[in-house]
């Protein structure tokens, strides 16, 4: 059901799925790609529905090898509904589905995020993405019946974070020091919560009054807890405020508050440790996209030594804990 | 003049004449896209101007292991080694200073040979 230029396209038929969804009558306002990723789109629609204006996203499936693992369309609804029914604020599941055109490929739902009708601080905004992230954490991943999330312990994302670098024939050493400084240092995994997968800043939306929703649910998994604190923290995401350590946004400790308060656990060595991997993880995504000659594509390879910097300065030879791995100098 | 000084003359005349003459005349989306185009340029310049400490830097890597620097990084022969770490810090700061020179710290830059 892609917009312009592809399959079904048209307003009527993208209001005609909507409104078979929702049992009323749909008209289309206008549609907005929000993002185009080689695995997905995701499109903003404002409609019409029985005489009210709404705002929904759609999410679908684009046939083809994902670079990354993200979950499928049809999974992340799936887990966008267990969440919501256990009271996490997530945007509101409303249909999941084949296109009517192209069963191949799957369609879901969502009401968009409300714009918030007063605007929360940073402080306010970061406390609540700790509470919200402690919730998540809480919920059993077997009691939700999600068995189709996948266990990402340190070594499995260093795998296949190398996987990666080898199939795009990437020439990165710094890249390469990283991933063996995250191997040498992955402290041990102690059990699997949900995890967001790519929680920072751009993947929240303040609701006002000190509460979030927590968006875009297509790279979650099992992992460890303090993953999602980390790439939260991840210098990489800090929107140009280097200073505010919690998505450039307020204070680690605040991140730490919001998360205690919320019932979790705040373990800092594991936090900063997962920081690295999320700038790892960033740094790789650049090139895993499939080859598009874009200026925006170009301009988002020039981030890379930036990001390679950042890892270099967290992996001075004093922090390596080589016990587990086999050292080889090289005489 | 050297053919790297024309190249870099020829793409700083590009981007002053955007900058000054093309810029001013737009607005919203092509506005942005023109920004982005001026910022391309600034990097492809700043990477010219650092052509000869790049290739000392790719060469000084290169013989840390001239059986292949990824694989030996991989196998482990190259952990917690100062003089590895020294020489990718290197690397990366002189990558940096072309690509976004305000994110170098100023120890960076002398590590990086840069003034």
Redesign the interface.
Not at chain 2, 72 to 82: H, Q, V
């Given at each position: 059901m892609t917009e312009a230029g592809s399959t079904i396209g048209a307003y009527e038929r993208v209001g005609q799925w909507i409104g078979e969804a929702l049992s009323a009558s749909v008209e289309i306002l206008a549609l907005a790609r929000i993002q185009a990723l080689e695995s997905r789109l995701v499109t903003r629609i404002s409609a019409q529905v029985d005489g009210d204006d709404r705002s929904f996203v759609l999410c679908e499936d684009l046939a083809g090898q994902r670079a990354v693992p993200r979950l499928a369309v049809e999974e992340e609804f799936n887990l966008v509904c267990a969440l919501h029914a256990s009271g996490v604020e997530v945007p509101e599941p409303i249909s999941s589905g084949p296109d009517p055109d192209r069963p191949e490929t799957s369609l879901a739902l969502y009401s968009a995020p409300e714009p918030a009708t007063q605007v929360s601080s940073g402080i306010e905004t970061v406390r609540a993405v700790g509470q919200a992230l402690a919730y998540v954490h809480s919920i059993s991943p077997n009691r939700s019946h999600l068995s189709y999330l996948t266990k990402r312990d340190a070594q499995k994302t260093i795998d296949f974070l190398r996987d990666v670098i080898d199939r795009m024939g990437a020439h990165r050493p710094a890249l390469e020091w990283g991933l063996r400084w995250a191997l040498c240092n992955a402290p041990r995994q102690t059990g699997y919560a949900i995890l967001h997968g790519a929680c920072h800043a751009g993947h929240i939306a303040p609701s006002g009054q000190g509460r979030v929703q927590l968006v875009d649910w297509c790279d979650a998994g099992l992992g460890d807890p303090m993953a999602d604190l980390g790439t939260f923290c991840a210098a990489c995401w800090r929107q140009g405020r280097p200073d505010l350590e919690a998505g450039g946004l307020a204070s680690r400790q605040t991140l730490y508050d919001g998360y205690i308060a919320g019932g979790g656990k705040v373990d800092d060595a594991r936090v900063r440790y997962w920081e690295i991997v999320a700038h790892l993880k960033a740094a790789i995504a650049i090139f895993s996209e499939p080859e598009r000659p874009t200026l925006n594509g170009a301009l988002a390879l020039q981030r890379l030594p930036e990001l390679e910097l950042a890892i270099l300065r967290a992996t001075s030879p004093e922090t390596w804990h080589v016990r587990d791995c086999e050292v080889q100098h090289v005489a | 003049m050297s053919r790297e000084n024309q190249d870099l003359d020829l793409l700083a005349a590009c981007r002053d004449a955007l900058e000054e003459d093309v810029l001013p005349h737009l607005e919203g989306a092509p506005r942005q896209?023109a920004q982005?185009?001026e910022?391309?340029l600034r990097?492809v310049c700043r990477k010219i101007a650092l052509t000869e400490t790049s290739r000392t830097v790719d060469q000084a890597?290169a013989d840390i292991?001239p059986e292949g620097?990824?694989q030996?990084?991989?196998?482990?022969?190259?952990?917690?080694?100062?003089e590895?770490?020294a020489a990718?810090?290197t690397?990366?700061?002189v990558?940096?200073a072309?690509?976004?020179p305000g994110?170098?710290t100023r120890q960076?830059r002398a590590l990086a040979g840069l003034p």
């Open positions: - | 896209v982005r185009i910022k391309a990097i890597l292991a620097l990824m030996a990084l991989r196998s482990g022969s190259c952990d917690a080694r100062p590895i770490h990718l810090w690397a990366a700061s990558d940096t072309a690509a976004k994110a170098l960076e």
